[in-house]
């Protein structure tokens, strides 16, 4: 109860890309609710994913609001599939919110009320595809207890996301170019967090005599540039028809994990095989 909480922080940018600066205070005359509201609401400002009190606080939304939320969910799933399209087919700085909105059959205005910027779509795009292997490596260590079987499933699973997603090149390559971490300190901190998911089973892994390689952040730096490089090649049009993803994904975790993997062993266990 004798709370005085400052927060400070900047809103998306506008259409100039400029920033506002805004300072909220919560202090002891506000409810616990409406603090919660504002912390939640500022930590996920920059994706657009602001929640009202009644879903913050475990309370039952209505069912207009129930339906209203999942139709907006579904639309911005929708957006999110059409802007990854536009940006592989057109190229990320050719594509406009205008086009987007244009295929989704909405005006910019009503666009806005989904995201405020392309790089929120892309920030939107990228925070989809690392929680997605974050999770999946998350899965990967309670399936199995082998080090060298998690490793194989999540390159596994880092390729085939890479080739079955359209905007991966834009996305993978461009990552640094195209978000400011500045701007979207949050998808860089879960980019972040995945990175070092992966350098503490290689970790383990060399703790427990899988691996004969003695550094485990520069084994995740080569595993993670190899395995990211699938990106460049795999939809480029010179490259012809594309190989069959899980092919590629399981060619990938057998040569990256069995060059890390120490000589006696390399029959010890078989690889996961993720479908």
């Excluded at 919560?26 to 996920?44: D, F, G, K, Y």
């Excluded at 909105?101 to 790089?119: H, P």
Aim: glycine letters at 6%; one cysteine or more.
């Amino acid at each position: 109860q004798q709370c005085d909480l400052r927060i400070l922080t900047y809103t998306a940018p506008d259409q100039q890309g400029n920033y506002r600066l805004t300072y909220l205070r919560a202090n002891s005359n506000m409810t616990h609710r409406s603090i919660l509201v504002i912390i939640t609401n500022m930590v996920h400002m920059n994706f657009g994913l602001r929640r009202d009190a009644d879903e913050l606080s475990g309370e039952v939304l209505p069912k207009s609001k129930q339906r209203q939320e999942i139709r907006r969910q579904h639309r911005l799933r929708e957006l999110l599939r059409v802007a990854s399209r536009q940006f592989t087919d057109k190229g990320y700085e050719a594509t406009t919110l205008e086009m987007i909105a244009d295929e989704m059959g909405l005006t910019k205005t009503g666009l806005y009320n989904y995201v405020n910027s392309k790089e929120e779509i892309a920030a939107l795009i990228l925070e989809n595809a690392i929680t997605h292997l974050s999770q999946t490596l998350e899965h990967l260590q309670k399936e199995y207890a082998s080090p060298r079987d998690i490793l194989h499933g999540i390159v596994l699973e880092h390729v085939k996301s890479l080739a079955n997603h359209p905007a991966s090149p834009m996305l993978v390559m461009r990552f640094d170019q195209v978000l400011d971490p500045q701007t979207f300190p949050a998808l860089y901190e879960l980019r972040h967090r995945y990175e070092n998911q992966v350098q503490d089973v290689i970790a383990l892994g060399i703790a427990q005599g899988q691996f004969s390689v003695d550094d485990p952040k520069l084994a995740t730096l080569f595993l993670l540039g190899a395995v990211n490089w699938v990106a460049r090649w795999y939809h480029s049009p010179t490259q012809g028809t594309p190989l069959d993803a899980t092919h590629v994904g399981q060619w990938f975790a057998e040569v990256i994990v069995g060059g890390l993997t120490s000589p006696d062993r390399l029959e010890s266990s078989l690889p996961p095989r993720l479908t």
